[in-house]
């Protein structure tokens, strides 16, 4: 994986100023052009990376999201960024660490465009229904006494900003922050106040009671997880009603058969038939 300081989206001396002090100063990583920046942090997670490091692209070459799905990373279009996490949380909280990006990445683009995102459990940065960006976490467990800790984690966001057009045939309807916007959204504004954003959530983490909170906060920033008629998709399929989110984060759907507790897969609107 080559780096390079070329381009208009770059590792610069404004960027180290911006991230001093924070948890990313001395730690970023750019490249032109990569694979993946999930792969790449991971990589370095693996060789003893600390944490906080960043790693960032300007175009990414196998991008990816929630199951494998590919993640459209054209040059210059998008903000693809993954940080390495080390905080020694228990492994029960590793549910919530999707919900923590999330609402680090709304709260990052109304910052920075003053726009105003939905947040569709567990993972999707949508715009007046239509997928903005997304997240995906990776993440190493290991055992420690009676339990488990999260020996890594990364955290990856990718964000449509410059993109005008979009593949056909896509499961949700896709647009970008230029399009929603109006105006062209500068990419290196939105990359700081993303990292300082996510800085602060997962320093909550580590906070008994602002960790517990995040469930609640997911739902006053989400129109999908209370009332809403859903199909969940993955292991746990079901048809229901949304009825918010338990204290680990997972999501609880009223269906025909009762209450589901739904861990692990996603969601979209119901067909009313």
């Known amino acids: 994986m080559a780096e390079h ?61 929630r ?9 210059g279009e998008g903000l693809y960024v993954s940080v390495l996490l080390r905080q020694g949380l228990p492994s029960t909280r590793l549910h919530i660490l999707p919900l923590s990006a999330g609402l680090a990445a ?18 999707d940065l949508l715009i007046a229904g239509r997928k903005a960006g997304g997240i995906l976490v990776e993440a190493r467990t290991e055992a420690l006494g009676a339990g488990s800790v999260i020996a890594f984690a990364v955290v990856g966001i990718g964000i449509n900003v410059h993109q005008r057009s979009f593949a056909p045939g896509l499961s949700t309807p896709a647009t970008s922050l230029d399009l929603e916007a109006g105006r062209r959204i500068r990419r290196k504004p939105l990359l700081v106040s993303l990292l300082k954003s996510l800085e602060r959530e997962t320093l909550g983490l580590l ?28 292991p746990q399929a079901c048809t229901g009603i949304t009825d918010g989110l338990n204290e680990h984060g997972f999501l609880l759907v009223r269906t025909d058969n009762g209450l589901v507790t739904v861990q692990t897969g996603g969601i979209r609107a119901a067909e009313i038939s």
């Not at 199951?67 to 040059?75: L, Q, T, V």
């Open 5 to 65: 300081t070329a381009g208009n989206f770059e590792l610069d001396a404004e960027l180290h100023a911006a991230l001093a002090g924070t948890i990313y100063a001395g730690k970023i990583r750019f490249s032109l052009v990569t694979d993946s920046t999930n792969t790449d942090c991971a990589e370095a997670a693996r060789l003893g990376a600390p944490h906080g490091t960043v790693y960032f692209a300007d175009e990414q070459l196998a991008g990816r999201g």
């Open 67 to 75: 199951g494998d799905h590919a993640w459209r990373s054209a040059a």
């Open 106 to 123: 709304a709260d990052a683009i109304r910052s920075v465009s003053g726009l105003s995102i939905d947040l569709r459990w567990p993972n």
């Open 207 to 234: 906070d008994p009671a602002a960790g517990k909170a995040i469930p609640q906060r997911m739902e006053q920033a989400s129109t999908w997880l209370r009332g809403r008629h859903v199909q969940v998709h993955g």
